[in-house]
């Protein structure tokens, strides 16, 4: 079998609210324009997001990097895998 060849000006990862505008923007700029996703578009992580930024600054008993990360795998219904959460979340990981 035989795959079938495509060519685009460009191609845009992820069909979230940020993909997806991005790729209405290269369409409207008059070029073509891939728009791939992993997932149907109503399951981006634009759609799953409970709102909001939060981290776990440490600064109670109660407040655990670990935790933040198990909410945001949770609260993402396993969209987000706990690999790169645990990289996003973890106190101790130097990111800039």
Known sequence: M???VREFDAVV???GGAGMRAA??????GQTCALLSKVF???SH?????????VALGNTHE????WHMYDT???STTLVTRMPSNICVRPD???F
């Open 13 to 15: 990862i992820g069909a």
């Open 24 to 29: 209405l923007q290269i369409s409207q700029s």
């Open 41 to 43: 578009p109503t399951r």
């Open 2 to 4: 035989k795959l079938p």
């Open 63 to 66: 407040d655990n990097w670990e």
């Open 93 to 95: 990981r130097k990111r």
């Open 73 to 75: 795998v949770k609260g």
């Open 46 to 54: 634009t759609v799953s997001a409970q709102g909001g930024i939060t």
